[in-house]
C-alpha cells in the first residue's frame, strides 16, 4: 500500500481559495497512491484562532468540493486533513473529511479532545463525540487528529472498532516536536498498528510549526520522517504486517483495564 502526507505551509499572505487550489492540484499529483494525507486546519492554519469564524464552513462547503473533486481526479482515497466546520445550528467544530476514490465523503470526524486549556480551539469549538474508523480495501483506518495524539484511550476505542492504521493530522507546534515523534512511535508500540501522522510547515499566527510528518509501523520502527519544510512524504507500507505483529507478540490479548468488567456471581 502507498501513502503520500501531504506537509504544505500555511502562509498568512495567501489567501484560502489559493491554498484550496494549490492542495487540490498536490492531491492530482499523487495519482497512483492508495491514500493521501492532509494536514489539519490546513486552511487557516491550526493556531489562527481569530480566522476559524470568519473562514469556517459547511461540511459540504467548499473545500469538501475541492477535495471531492481532487479525490476523483486522483482516485484515491483522502483524508482531507480538518477544516473549521460551522454547523446549521452555529456551532464550531474542527472536522476531519475522509473521501473515496470516487470523490464520495466516506467519513467525517469531529475532534474530540480540543486544544488550548481553556482559550482558542478549546472555548472557540465544540466537542466531537463519536470515534470514527474507514474500511478501505487493504485496512481499516483509524481518525484522529493533533491533541488527540496524547490520549491514548481514543486509540484504544479505535482499535477495539478494527483499525490497524492510524491516521493523524496535525498543526503540531516546533517546541514540542520531541513529543510529537514520541507520541506518534508509542501510539503505534502500544496499538501494534501503523501510524500515519502529517503536520504542517512554515508558521501559523507567529507559531512555528514542526513539520516532520512521519510514518510508523506497527514494531514503533520509523518507516519515514520529513523535515521542517514543504514536501510529500511517501511511502510503501504492507498493511498484514499489523496482523502478523499482533500474532506474534499478542500484547493486546492480554488487556485487563478499560474492558468491561467481569460479570459478579
Known amino acids: 500500500m502507498r501513502a503520500s502526507l501531504i506537509q504544505i505551509a500555511v502562509d498568512e499572505d495567501e489567501s484560502v ?108 469549538m465544540g466537542a466531537g463525540r463519536e470515534p470514527v474508523t474507514v474500511r478501505l480495501p487493504q485496512t481499516v483506518l483509524g481518525v484522529a487528529t493533533c491533541y488527540d495524539l496524547r490520549f491514548p484511550e481514543l486509540f484504544r476505542a479505535l482499535v477495539d472498532a478494527g483499525a490497524e492504521t492510524l491516521v493523524i493530522p496535525a498543526g503540531w507546534p516546533e517546541r514540542r516536536r520531541a513529543h510529537w515523534t514520541l507520541l506518534a512511535r508509542a501510539r503505534a508500540v502500544e496499538n501494534q498498528a501503523f501510524v500515519l501522522a502529517c503536520g504542517t510547515a512554515g508558521t501559523h499566527a507567529g507559531v512555528p510549526q514542526a513539520g516532520h510528518s512521519i510514518v510508523v509501523d506497527p514494531w514503533g520502527d520509523v518507516l519515514a520522517e520529513a523535515g521542517p519544510g514543504e514536501q510529500v512524504l511517501t511511502v510503501d507500507f504492507d498493511p498484514a504486517q499489523v496482523a502478523t505483529t499482533r500474532d506474534r507478540f499478542p500484547a493486546l490479548k492480554d488487556r485487563v483495564l478499560g474492558l468491561d468488567p467481569p460479570t459478579r456471581p
Open 17 to 124: 481559495e489559493s491554498r484550496r487550489r494549490r492542495m487540490a492540484a498536490a492531491v492530482r499529483e499523487q495519482a497512483g497512491a492508495d491514500l493521501v494525507v492532509l494536514p489539519e486546519l490546513w486552511t487557516t492554519g491550526a493556531f489562527a484562532y481569530e480566522k476559524f469564524g470568519t473562514e469556517a464552513e459547511p461540511l459540504d462547503g467548499p473545500t469538501y468540493e475541492a477535495m471531492a473533486k481532487a479525490a476523483g481526479d486522483a482516485g484515491v482515497w483522502l483524508h482531507a486533513g480538518s477544516i473549521p466546520e460551522r454547523d446549521p445550528e452555529g456551532t464550531l467544530y474542527n472536522t476531519s473529511l475522509v473521501f473515496s476514490p470516487s470523490g464520495d465523503l466516506a467519513a467525517a470526524y469531529r475532534k474530540i479532545h480540543r486544544f488550548g486549556f481553556d482559550k482558542g480551539e478549546a472555548v472557540l
